[in-house]
């Protein structure tokens, strides 16, 4: 049985890097995108874009898709929700000096 934390840590590394990123709200804006399209829209090597791709699979966060004549990539359930708390993963990391007003209240 694998542990939590490890499905976690797989989650987060798949989120650590700009280009990831970059290829999950791709996604989500086009839908299943081959992977020649999805290195064209991002300016990277076809190569560099399987890596990226095989770390998003690892973590759960796209899945292959057989499409005519190649490979795509689509969003799972988990990619989609990932992206929607993003936003909030950034705004709540912007200033991390400061107390949350929730936690100022409590002191």
């Known amino acids: 049985m694998r542990k939590p934390e490890a499905s ?4 987060f590394k798949g989120l650590a890097n700009g280009r990831r990123l970059q ?4 996604l989500k804006v086009r839908g299943s995108l081959s992977l020649e399209a999805v290195a064209r829209h991002c300016g990277v090597e076809a190569s560099t874009a399987c890596e990226h791709a095989r770390k998003l699979r690892m ?7 057989r499409l005519r004549h190649s490979i795509g ?3 799972t359930e988990r990619g989609q929700l990932a992206l929607a708390l993003a936003p909030r993963l950034e705004l709540s990391t912007a200033r991390p000096w400061k ?9």
């Not at 973590?59 to 292959?64: H, I, N, P, W």
């Open 23 to 26: 290829i999950l709200r791709l």
């Open 73 to 75: 990539l689509e969003l």
């Open 99 to 107: 107390k949350n007003q929730s936690t100022a209240k409590q002191d």
């Open 59 to 65: 973590a759960g966060l796209v899945y292959r898709k």
């Open 8 to 11: 976690l840590e797989r989650i």
